[in-house]
């Protein structure tokens, strides 16, 4: 997924040049649509995900969203349209709804105490990142597309032998599919104490002991006629005050850590390089880049479990603010050498990937209860893709009018801001079952 989503960082010299391979240079407006039209794809599929994953599940979800990056596949190595490249870019958006199911999906089937660092481990962008940067650099134009499109292939193959999220067959009453399910991933039989353990927690979650702070009389008066039956999703969450804290705390972890930047050095990695260290090679600086974020990607998802989500957002957003506040005066005033440029550029992609870059991923994944999961996850993913277009857009007007060191100012300025904001409202949700997780967020919110 993520290969197409960095494709515009190597191909967007090329399609302004008079050299291009498309049959025209790309507009100034065309190669800002290239690294953010697949996040209005994304913005338009996500209302449809929530009702995809309890209709499909979050086996088959996935891969009919990776059949939209593999058409987009198609279409870049059959045309050299401008038109049909934006267009697959266009498709591929389609395909980062897997950002809402794939932490969903692991974070159903890991132990508690395992939960936060499987799913912000198979959240590590900078693998692909780094498979990414090294194709574009060291492989021709069209080889570099065939073979992203075998390996897009390969990928939907390889999901076909997943089991699905035990979580979803329990609520589908597919108990049996569930424990096979639950034995396949523990490498266990279905009738060990520990797969029947799992079901109990699972058949537990399903039916905690509190539903928000939804009383029974408040259900009753909701439902008068039907009063056993679960509310529908969205009447839960706008009832529900300890839902819509969780909701907006989501939602404002997701836009302050969009707003810090990195999203933007992903994208625009090797031009970015090129502008800021003009010394170095930008291909091999932006190599570097993504070996450096898959190290930073499983370091995180080691601290993430022992140290926990707060302070782990807390000090990551601490260190990426003034690594930003260092790298734009650098850029700004150019008080150092060139190469100091690159070493704070590297620890700012180290600081915002353990903190800020994993951090919401986990906790949108852990927090709501199953009865409004699908819902509540897509609303705070669509916001995260409208908010990946706002940064991704204004870039390059932006770059244009203030220039690069500034920029770092700005992204700066939502770092400290992060800080404050979960410093009074984001709790520890580290090892909790979410029926606890719940209970935290009620308290917060009696507390107002």
């Given at each position: 997924?993520?290969?197409?989503?960095?494709?515009?960082?190597?191909?967007?010299?090329?399609?302004?040049?008079?050299?291009?391979?498309?049959?025209?240079?790309?507009?100034?407006?065309?190669?800002?649509?290239?690294?953010?039209?697949?996040?209005?794809?994304?913005?338009?599929?996500?209302?449809?995900?929530?009702?995809?994953?309890?209709?499909?599940?979050r086996?088959?979800?996935?891969?009919?969203?990776?059949m939209?990056?593999?058409?987009?596949?198609?279409?870049?190595?059959?045309?050299?349209?401008?038109?049909?490249?934006?267009?697959?870019?266009?498709?591929?958006?389609?395909?980062?709804?897997?950002?809402?199911?794939?932490?969903?999906?692991?974070?159903?089937?890991?132990?508690?105490?395992?939960?936060?660092?499987?799913?912000?481990?198979?959240?590590?962008?900078?693998?692909?990142?780094?498979?990414?940067?090294?194709?574009?650099?060291?492989?021709?134009?069209?080889?570099?597309?065939?073979?992203?499109?075998?390996?897009?292939?390969?990928?939907?193959?390889?999901?076909?032998?997943?089991?699905?999220?035990p979580?979803?067959?329990?609520?589908?009453?597919?108990?049996?599919?569930?424990?096979?399910?639950?034995?396949?991933?523990?490498?266990?039989?279905?009738?060990?104490?520990?797969?029947?353990?799992e079901?109990?927690?699972?058949?537990?979650?399903?039916?905690?002991?509190?539903?928000?702070?939804?009383?029974?009389?408040?259900?009753?008066?909701?439902?008068?006629?039907?009063?056993?039956?679960?509310?529908?999703?969205w009447?839960?969450?706008?009832?529900?005050r300890?839902?819509?804290?969780?909701?907006?705390?989501?939602?404002m972890?997701?836009?302050?850590?969009?707003?810090?930047?990195?999203?933007v050095?992903?994208?625009?990695?090797?031009?970015l390089?090129?502008?800021?260290?003009?010394s170095?090679?930008?291909?091999?600086s932006?190599?570097?880049?993504?070996?450096?974020?898959?190290?930073?990607?499983?370091?995180?998802?080691?601290?993430?479990?022992?140290?926990?989500?707060?302070?782990?957002?807390?000090?990551?957003?601490?260190?990426?603010?003034?690594?930003?506040?260092?790298?734009?005066?650098?850029?700004?005033?150019?008080?150092?050498?060139?190469?100091?440029?690159?070493?704070?550029?590297?620890?700012y992609?180290?600081?915002?990937?353990?903190?800020?870059?994993?951090?919401?991923?986990?906790?949108?994944?852990?927090?709501?209860?199953?009865?409004?999961?699908?819902?509540?996850?897509?609303?705070?993913v669509?916001?995260?893709?409208?908010?990946n277009?706002?940064?991704?857009?204004?870039?390059?007007?932006?770059?244009?009018?203030v220039?690069?060191?500034?920029?770092?100012?700005?992204?700066?300025?939502?770092?400290?801001?992060?800080i404050?904001?979960?410093?009074?409202?984001?709790?520890?949700?580290?090892?909790?079952?979410?029926?606890?997780?719940?209970l935290?967020?009620?308290?917060?919110a009696?507390?107002?």
């Amino acid at each position: 997924m993520i290969v197409m989503y960095t494709w515009p960082s190597f191909t967007l010299k090329l399609f302004a040049s008079a050299n291009t391979t498309l049959d025209r240079p790309m507009t100034e407006t065309e190669l800002s649509l290239l690294g953010s039209i697949s996040s209005i794809s994304a913005i338009m599929i996500t209302p449809f995900s929530g009702l995809l994953l309890d209709t499909l599940g979050r086996k088959w979800c996935c891969i009919v969203f990776y059949m939209a990056q593999l058409i987009g596949w198609v279409i870049i190595v059959t045309w050299n349209k401008v038109e049909a490249v934006l267009f697959s870019m266009f498709l591929s958006g389609l395909s980062t709804c897997m950002m809402l199911v794939i932490p969903i999906y692991v974070s159903e089937y890991c132990q508690e105490s395992i939960r936060g660092s499987m799913t912000s481990a198979s959240m590590i962008f900078g693998t692909g990142m780094l498979l990414s940067y090294l194709l574009g650099g060291l492989l021709e134009y069209k080889v570099m597309n065939y073979v992203s499109l075998t390996l897009t292939a390969l990928g939907i193959v390889m999901f076909s032998f997943m089991k699905e999220s035990p979580l979803f067959l329990m609520q589908k009453g597919r108990e049996r599919e569930a424990a096979r399910s639950i034995a396949f991933y523990r490498g266990m039989k279905t009738s060990s104490k520990e797969v029947i353990q799992e079901i109990e927690n699972i058949r537990r979650t399903l039916n905690p002991n509190i539903e928000g702070d939804i009383t029974p009389q408040e259900e009753k008066e909701l439902n008068p006629e039907a009063p056993k039956k679960k509310l529908p999703q969205w009447k839960y969450l706008l009832k529900s005050r300890s839902s819509r804290r969780a909701l907006l705390v989501s939602i404002m972890l997701y836009s302050l850590s969009i707003f810090q930047g990195m999203v933007v050095v992903q994208v625009y990695a090797e031009p970015l390089f090129e502008k800021a260290v003009p010394s170095m090679s930008a291909m091999v600086s932006s190599i570097l880049f993504a070996i450096v974020s898959v190290v930073a990607g499983f370091f995180g998802a080691y601290l993430i479990d022992a140290i926990g989500r707060r302070p782990l957002m807390i000090y990551g957003s601490l260190a990426t603010g003034v690594c930003c506040i260092i790298l734009g005066s650098q850029i700004h005033l150019d008080w150092g050498p060139s190469w100091l440029t690159a070493v704070i550029m590297h620890v700012y992609c180290v600081a915002y990937i353990v903190g800020p870059g994993t951090v919401p991923y986990v906790i949108v994944a852990e927090i709501y209860l199953p009865e409004i999961k699908s819902l509540a996850s897509m609303l705070s993913v669509e916001w995260a893709f409208t908010c990946n277009f706002v940064i991704l857009f204004i870039f390059n007007p932006l770059l244009d009018a203030v220039g690069l060191g500034p920029v770092f100012y700005f992204f700066a300025l939502f770092c400290f801001l992060t800080i404050a904001f979960c410093y009074y409202y984001l709790p520890e949700t580290k090892g909790l079952p979410v029926d606890a997780i719940q209970l935290l967020f009620l308290k917060r919110a009696d507390l107002k």
